[in-house]
């Protein structure tokens, strides 16, 4: 009996390693599915982060970037030198109440409202391939950040 028993967990345990090992490669195959290079995430987040620094929406001739220092990831400073916050978590505290505006604000109509201002240019229609690039770059700096929506800039 004793025997029998030790088999049958042995089987059982064996069954449980062989079930987490088919588990585990099936999450690797989903996980290079996401990271592949060139996939379209990580083209629309590459895309995103040259609009950033080089595009300026038919404005003024700012960019992001003249604001928005080092890609977003550190303290920003407007034209005349006041001190801004950088992007760095940007895309986890959105959507947010702006008194400006009087209104709740997403990410995307933050960037628009920053194009419009900023940039003095014309912001691409919401759900356009620029404006999804620009978030998905910003997404990709606030990675690991705390959801904080409503939560104030870093
Ligand atoms: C002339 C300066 C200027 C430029 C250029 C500019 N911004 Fe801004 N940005 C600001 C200011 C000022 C704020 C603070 C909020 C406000 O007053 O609208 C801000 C806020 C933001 C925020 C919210 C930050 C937070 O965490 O509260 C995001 C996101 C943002 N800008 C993205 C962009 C993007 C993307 C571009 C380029 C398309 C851009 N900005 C260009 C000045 C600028």
Do not use: W
């Amino acid at each position: 009996m004793t025997t029998l028993r030790t088999l049958t967990a042995g089987v059982a345990a064996g069954a449980a390693v062989l079930l987490l090992v088919a588990s585990v490669a099936a999450g690797a195959d989903a996980d290079s599915d996401s990271a592949a290079p060139g996939d379209p995430l990580t083209q629309a987040v590459a895309r995103g982060q040259t609009l950033f620094s080089l595009e300026t929406f038919g404005g003024n001739g700012n960019t992001c970037e003249t604001c928005h220092s080092g890609g977003g990831k550190l303290p920003g400073m407007l034209p005349d030198g006041r001190q801004l916050p950088s992007l760095i978590n940007a895309a986890a505290i959105f959507p947010r109440f702006s008194r400006g505006a009087g209104a709740v604000v997403t990410l995307e109509g933050q960037v628009r409202q920053c194009i419009r201002g900023g940039l003095g240019g014309s912001p691409p229609p919401a759900g356009s391939p620029d404006l999804v690039a620009l978030t998905a770059y910003l997404g990709s700096i606030a990675l690991g950040q705390a959801v904080d929506i409503g939560g104030a800039p870093k």
